[in-house]
């Protein structure tokens, strides 16, 4: 059983440029999320996507937006990015209203 | 706004010594209760889960909910300097996959 996996592990981008993140779910989970973690936060949710619709979102811009593909893998989008999009991206996924998310060991962003 | 409050920390505790987390949350409609374990670093690894009144065994973790009081806590037994980490508790409604985080609290086990 593989686990979930998030590519790529660092980034640094310029303030304003665009950015794309890319999570593979564990196999059987149908349902991705996406967290945001500042450093010394905790992960604040930002979308969640089932059967490639999403399926709640946090308080977060438009400009943060996601796929979800037919195997059930995902991308994050972020556009015109700021400096404040510094943060840990994790990607969690699960079964839909079953227990328990599993974590992606995530991307680490730098917005300069 | 849900949220979900615990002790930033340091919480410092001897090695073999009971450590106590503990975690309130606001809203009464949660129903589901995580604890995850985070590694400098890493991302967060869950521990343990409860949605029930009571306590909740595994190992050496606990897990204790009082939906009344609205507090949920994580008890770790025999602490060994491996469980030095930021615990994170995280709240769930029933039929929303979101899960909202506290801020954390960072345990060091002293050996």
């Known amino acids: 059983e593989t686990g979930v996996t998030q590519s790529p592990t660092h980034l640094i981008k310029t303030r304003g440029q665009q950015v794309t993140l890319r999570c593979s779910s564990q196999s059987g989970h149908n349902t991705v999320s996406w967290y945001q973690q500042a450093l010394g936060q905790g992960p604040q949710f930002i979308f969640q996507?089932?059967?490639?619709?999403?399926?709640g979102r946090g308080n977060f811009p438009p400009r943060f937006s996601g796929l979800q593909f037919p195997n059930y893998s995902s991308e994050l989008n972020v556009n015109a990015l700021e400096l404040d999009d510094s943060a840990l991206y994790l990607c969690?996924?699960?079964?839909?209203?079953?227990?328990?998310?599993?974590f992606g060991s995530g991307t680490r962003l730098t917005v300069v | 706004q849900k949220e979900v409050e615990q002790n930033s920390g340091p919480l410092s505790v001897p090695e073999g010594a009971i450590a106590s987390l503990n975690c309130t949350y606001s809203?009464?409609?949660?129903?589901?209760f995580f604890w995850y374990r985070q590694y400098s670093g890493k991302s967060p690894e869950l521990i343990m889960f409860i949605y029930s009144n009571g306590d909740k065994e595994d190992g050496r973790f606990t897990a204790q909910l009082n939906k009344a009081s609205q507090y949920v806590s994580l008890l770790i037994r025999d602490s060994q300097p491996s469980d030095s980490a930021t615990y994170l508790c995280a709240v769930r409604d029933f039929g929303n996959e979101k899960l909202t985080f506290g801020t954390g609290t960072r345990l060091t086990i002293i050996p």
């Open positions: 969690a996924s699960s079964l839909l209203h079953r227990y328990g998310y599993t």
């Open positions: 996507y089932y059967r490639e619709e999403e399926n």
């Open positions: 809203d009464r409609g949660s129903q589901s």
